[in-house]
């Protein structure tokens, strides 16, 4: 399996935990034995990686290689705690943990201000896709459009869904476009 495919692999399984998250919270706190939503994206969004530091070397990848990895990061981060979360087992344990962990900006900022959104993440993928514009401008105009949406500017119903759907989509285009 190249990089590619890995990559494509990882947002698909990211895109897995993301269909787990729609029926909200209780749905993930009842999951069991583990923390499937969660464990998907943490997963997906490791998968992408070997791909991200290897997209071909210009101004796009130098740009996008280190947002989509800090967003990865980010991601990582925010995942760790949904799992923490996970694993209380009612409701005032979280509030506790939360109202701990809000109070500390070197976690809340980056891991749950920046993680769920993943505007960095997306910034960083739509910058990569750009080193391929000339050869398959569709499946860059739609992880434009997936970031417009993933973004809140373009708003749908299941967001976060659909935009990541169209990312897969996108950079399927993007890598097995035939050239004409």
């Known amino acids: 399996m190249n990089y590619k495919h890995l990559f494509l692999l990882g947002l698909i399984i990211f895109l897995i935990g993301q269909f787990i998250l729609v029926p909200g919270n209780e749905f993930v706190y009842s999951l069991r034995p583990i923390d499937f939503a969660h464990w998907s994206l943490f997963v997906g ?25 800090i967003g990865a990061v980010c991601i990582f981060g925010m995942c760790v705690i949904d799992l923490i979360w996970w694993s209380y087992p009612n ?6 943990f939360t109202n701990h962990i809000s109070n500390v900006p070197t976690i809340w900022k980056p891991f749950m201000t920046i993680g769920p959104s993943s505007k960095i993440f997306n910034l960083g993928l739509l910058f990569l896709s ?3 514009f000339k050869k ?13 949406i993933l973004w809140h500017i373009i708003p749908v119903p299941y967001r976060l869904v659909f935009g990541y759907s169209l990312t897969l989509i996108g950079f399927s285009i993007i890598f097995f476009k035939k050239r004409t």
Do not use: H, W
């Not at 969004?45 to 990895?69: D, E, H, N, R």
């Not at 409701?91 to 506790?96: I, K, L």
């Open 45 to 69: 969004t490791l998968c992408l990686i070997p791909q991200i530091v290897s997209f071909p070397k210009s101004i796009f990848s130098y740009i996008g290689t280190p947002l989509a990895l």
């Open 91 to 96: 409701d005032e344990m979280r509030m506790e």
């Open 130 to 132: 750009l080193n391929y």
């Open 136 to 148: 398959a401008k569709a499946g860059v105009i739609l992880i434009l459009i997936a970031d417009l």
